[in-house]
Structure formats: structure tokens, C-alpha cells
């Protein structure tokens, strides 16, 4: 079964502190992985796209890596702002009978605070 | 150039009811999809239009209807409203049927609906 999961399931950070966020896939075939970023309430933004070929992809203070031989990423936040509060959310695409799907994982909640 | 728009962001229903949310994809994509997503949950692929036809379905019942319009915009109507149905439902928009490649794919900021 294609299946994302995700973790911590929530993660509280001081401002200006880093951290990172895991997310393990068993979909296949595999054809991209993506991180959105979903503010509460708001659709979610893409921060990174990395295809099979891709290990690592940086977005600004975001670093997302992949390991497609043991299907995990990761997400990395340097010097976190009161603003990276959301849910950041791996996402994996995959395909069947010609057309693509995206799998989603349940989200990763982060809080930074002050 | 505006994004991917959806119409209404909030709205109350009754349990038996019939609702409608739209959308109009970010300009020059012709692919349409459809999630809902539970409070604290992931979103759930329900369906995708490409050239004014459904070409994915997700684990949806038939209860949940789409109708993609000649300038790509699409409608999600669902029927026999349940109280499981409270969701948000967001609307994404990309270029073809590829969610793949690396084409990035928008999403709007969802219609929050409540079924009471």
C-alpha cells in the first residue's frame, strides 16, 4: 500500500534554533517528492521539488534531502522564524495506468516560539 | 496573475444538503484536482479533470461530483451532505495530467465547509 508517514507529529522550537522533520515513503513507482508548507486554515505553498536523481534541494532557510535507496526525506529549517509556524507536509508522487498521484502524509505541526 | 481561486471560503450546511464549491485554476493550467482534508489530517486526493473529463478518482463515493468547464475552471458538488463531510476542500491546479516531472502544482486556499 503507497503510504507516507511523517514525523514528529508535532515539534516545538525556540526562535532562531533549527530542525528537522522526517518523512519516510513505501510508494511505488516513485516519480517526485515534495514539501508544502500549510499555514492554518490556507491552502499549502510548495517549498521543494526533488526527482529520483535529486539528494538535495535547498528553498531559502529550507533543505530538503532524499534517499530514494531507503525512501526517506528530510526537511531542514536553519534559523527558525515565528513564521515557520504551520504544517509542513511531505508529499510523494507516484503513477498508475499513465497518470500521476500524489500521496500525502499527515503533516509535520511545528510552533516557534519567542 | 492570480493564483488558483476558490469560491466560497466558508460555508454552513445542513445534513441532507447539496453544496457546490468552485474553482478557477492559476492562468495557463488545464489540470484540475480536488482534495479534502480533515482537521489535522493530510489531504485526500478525490478526483482530477483534465479536458473537461474525470481522469483519477480517489476512494470517494458517488456522492462526490465534478464538472470541469471549457476555461479549465471546475466545480465540486457534493450530495446528501454527512456530518463526516466537514472538511476543508482544497483546489489545485497544474499544467496536463502531470503531477509529476516537477511541475509544481498550486493550491488555492480551500472552501472550509461545515455539515450540522
Known amino acids: 500500500k503507497n503510504q ?39 491552502g499549502p505553498v510548495s517549498l521543494t521539488i526533488m526527482t529520483f536523481s535529486e539528494n538535495t534541494k535547498s528553498n531559502g532557510r529550507y533543505t530538503a534531502t532524499l534517499d530514494a535507496d531507503t525512501k526517506q526525506s528530510s526537511l531542514h529549517i536553519t534559523a527558525s522564524q515565528l513564521s515557520d509556524s504551520a504544517s509542513y507536509i511531505c508529499v510523494v508522487s507516484t503513477s498508475r495506468d499513465g497518470y500521476n498521484k500524489l500521496i500525502f502524509g499527515a503533516g509535520t505541526r511545528l510552533a516557534v516560539h519567542p | 496573475d492570480a493564483g488558483v481561486t476558490q469560491s466560497p471560503t466558508h460555508l454552513i450546511k445542513t445534513r441532507g444538503q447539496q453544496v457546490t464549491l468552485r474553482c478557477s485554476p492559476k492562468s495557463g493550467h488545464d489540470t484540475v484536482s480536488w482534495y479534502q482534508q480533515a482537521l489535522g489530517q ?4 478525490i478526483f482530477q479533470y483534465y479536458e473537461e473529463e474525470e481522469r483519477q478518482r480517489g476512494n470517494f463515493p ?19 451532505l454527512l456530518l463526516g463531510d466537514s472538511a476543508l476542500y482544497l483546489c489545485a491546479s497544474s ?19 461545515t455539515v450540522v
Open chain 2, 95 to 113: 499544467s496536463g495530467t502531470g503531477q509529476l516531472s516537477g511541475n509544481t502544482i498550486y493550491f488555492g486556499e480551500g472552501s472550509w465547509l
Open chain 1, 4 to 42: 507516507v508517514e511523517q514525523s514528529p507529529q508535532s515539534l516545538i522550537i525556540l526562535e532562531g534554533k533549527n530542525c528537522t522533520l522526517q518523512c519516510n515513503y513505501t510508494v511505488s513507482p516513485f516519480s517526485n517528492l515534495r514539501w508544502y508548507k500549510q499555514d492554518t486554515g490556507r
Open chain 2, 42 to 45: 493530510g489531504p485526500q486526493f
Open chain 2, 62 to 80: 458517488d456522492r462526490f461530483s465534478g464538472h470541469q468547464f471549457p476555461n479549465y475552471s471546475s466545480e465540486l458538488n457534493v450530495n446528501a
